[in-house]
């Protein structure tokens, strides 16, 4: 039976389930700005009539998105900003709020299984005050009819992404109890959601990428997103297919590091951790680095920016660059 319920989390509020929407307009009001790519306002356009104010997002980084509506949005001081989308979207609304103080409350809509929505990390707007920190939305809204609506090889590329942050939010150095049993759950409902041979659930795969959100919120991250996002920022490859490529290897090399960690991975999925990997990384036509538009000269440069990154540190037995440039090759 798909999940559907009301979760409190402190200052924020998550609204899961297929009937979330429903609660949009009590929950959200009308007038604010709304933050959506093209293909998200086409799914949700009770959202979009609800508006103030549409703004479309389109390609490009998350700093300079926000940055560039940022005077704008300072002047306007909508009642609220939601964001309609995926990763980039939500993290630009996550940005703008940032910007302003966090007076004007924030809302996310996800549209892929980024698991955005649950995080408070997100590049800075261009132009922000110095010393500005990074913001989480105050109400999630997570229709998993929206969140899933991908069709294969993105869905499966974006549930890489999502599977990843499940298996790296477990295991890294600052982690705690609750967040990781919340790890495990969702690993298990990723690799449950798409199996090969079988329906794609997409309630399941909905649900394990918001609760694998939550568990790299509190837990970090480390080795395999530190390299997968160099490698997006360097390269401009898609984010879920670059993680579906990389996690592979990745797993291999945390597993060497952590295997107790990895038995429990293991154990809740009821198999490994690396063949769910492979399953995704096949599924989202994202076998090989070379086959994402990357070029083989590119992958020293990445490995050297990625170990200047601070989050490597919460990688037990913490990569350098040598090692993660072979990490690199190894998945070119």
Not at 117 to 124: F, L, N
Not at 126 to 139: E, H, K, N, V, Y
Request: with cysteine.
């Amino acid at each position: 039976m798909p999940e559907d319920f009301t979760w409190r989390d402190g200052d924020r509020t998550i609204r899961f389930g297929r009937t979330a929407l429903d609660d949009a307009p009590k929950l959200l009001g009308e007038g604010y700005l709304l933050l959506a790519s093209a293909r998200a306002a086409a799914a949700a356009p009770a959202l979009v009539d609800a508006a103030g104010r549409v703004c479309t997002i389109g390609p490009g980084r998350v700093d300079d998105l926000a940055g560039d509506l940022l005077d704008e949005v300072r002047a306007a001081r909508p009642t609220a900003i939601v964001a309609l989308g995926g990763g980039r979207v939500i993290d630009t609304g996550k940005a703008l709020g940032a910007a302003l103080g966090g007076d004007v409350p924030v809302a996310a809509v996800p549209t892929t299984l980024s698991a955005a929505e649950m995080t408070w990390v997100h590049r800075q707007a261009r132009g922000a005050p110095a010393g500005t920190t990074g913001l989480r939305p105050r109400l999630v809204l997570n229709d998993p009819q929206l969140s899933a609506s991908q069709e294969e090889p993105d869905l499966a590329a974006s549930a890489a992404n999502a599977f990843a942050h499940a298996v790296e939010g477990a295991m890294t150095a600052i982690a705690s109890p609750v967040p990781t049993l919340a790890a495990h759950d969702a690993a298990r409902r990723l690799a449950a959601g798409m199996r090969d041979g079988a329906r794609v659930d997409r309630d399941a795969l909905a649900l394990g990428a918001l609760l694998a959100g939550y568990a790299i919120d509190a837990n970090w991250y480390g080795l395999h997103h530190v390299m997968s996002q160099t490698l997006v920022r360097e390269t401009g490859a898609g984010h879920g297919a670059v993680n579906a490529a990389l996690l592979p290897v990745t797993a291999a090399a945390l597993r060497r590091r952590q295997p107790e960690a990895f038995a429990l991975i293991d154990e809740a999925i009821g198999e490994q951790v690396e063949e769910v990997a492979q399953r995704l990384a096949r599924r989202a036509q994202a076998i090989r680095l070379r086959d994402l538009g990357i070029d083989e000269d590119q992958l020293a440069h990445c490995a050297e920016l990625a170990a200047t990154r601070p989050e490597v540190a919460l990688t037990p037995s913490p990569a350098g660059p040598r090692e993660m440039h072979q990490l690199y090759l190894e998945a070119w």
